[in-house]
Every structure is written in C-alpha cells, then in structure tokens.
C-alpha cells in the first residue's frame, strides 16, 4: 500500500525537512517486507492565498484516485500509537492500494474535504506547526511500520 503525504505548503530545507526524510527512509526500509510504502510527499501550494477552499481543491486535485483519505484535524481521533498502526495494516489487508495523509495549511483543512474523509486523525489538543505536523507524521508512520513488524522501536 502507498503512502501518501499530502499538505498544503512547501517544505525548505532545515531540520525538519532532515527529520522528515530520515522516517521517511526508515519507514520504506522497514515497511516494504510488511506491503507498506513507499511514502511520497505531495505538496501544494494556494499562491493566490483564496483560503481553506482553495486549498481543499488543491488537496482533492492531488490526491491519488480511490485512496484512503485520513485528513489530520483537532476534531479528529486521538489515537495510541499501536492503534494507529493497527488501523494502518487494517487498510492495507482490506486491499486498499493508496492512504493519503492529507495535512491542510494554517487554518486547517476546508470542512467539504474533511467530511470526504475515511478517518480524522488528530494529534491532540494543542495547535501543532504544520511542518512539525508533517515530522510527527513520518514518525508515526515509521513506528506504526516497526509496531506491525514486532520491532523494539516501539515500546508498550
């Protein structure tokens, strides 16, 4: 199954962009033996700053046809790490080809892309940088992959 990072803005370079791309790498090495991955980094951009709308549009132009779509949004559901990865194998053994991770800009995500979601996912309650957003979700991928390969990396 194909993972799909999918957010609004681009990413320069700096620790974040090394953050990202060290799970990343993780996360393909380690996820390839389980039918997880590669993940791809899919970046849009509203030059034209129209709002969450546009940027909605942008998102749903890019994603990947028939993918999971699990949108990260405060509204979403808070989940433990192995719940995570057990939802992660659940797509993939349910067949599903492509996940898209969809991370919206400073507002958030528009509210028709978030109702097309298959899964909110939120990290929590405080308010997170959306490129920190982006290294908490290559880490998460990471461990869910380590978690659904019996790795010590994750500790329960």
């Known amino acids: 199954m194909r993972v799909h990072i999918c957010a609004v803005g681009r ?3 700096g620790p974040e ?10 996360f393909d090495r380690t ?3 389980l039918g997880l991955g590669p993940v791809r980094v899919i970046e849009v ?8 709308g546009a940027e909605a549009d942008l998102l749903r132009r890019a994603l990947p046809k ?3 779509l699990c949108c990260l949004d405060e509204r979403g559901k808070v989940e433990t790490s192995p719940a ?3 939802r992660l194998g ?19 995500i528009g509210p028709a892309l978030r109702a097309e979601a298959d899964h909110l996912l939120s990290f929590g309650a405080m ?3 959306h490129m920190l957003v982006r290294v908490m979700v290559a880490e998460q991928l990471y461990r869910a992959a380590s978690i659904l390969a019996g790795s010590p990396y994750h500790r329960v």
Do not use: T
Not at 19 to 26: C, E, H, K, M, V
Not at 90 to 108: E, H, N, P, T
């Open 11 to 13: 990413l320069r370079g």
């Open 17 to 26: 962009a090394d953050l990202i791309s060290d799970y990343i790498n993780r």
């Open 31 to 33: 996820g390839r033996a």
């Open 45 to 52: 951009e509203d030059r034209k700053n129209a709002g969450m």
């Open 66 to 68: 028939g993918a999971v």
């Open 84 to 86: 995570f990865a057990k």
């Open 90 to 108: 659940g797509w993939r053994d349910a067949g599903r080809s492509d996940v898209a991770l969809v991370i919206g800009g400073a507002d958030g």
């Open 127 to 129: 308010v997170w940088p």
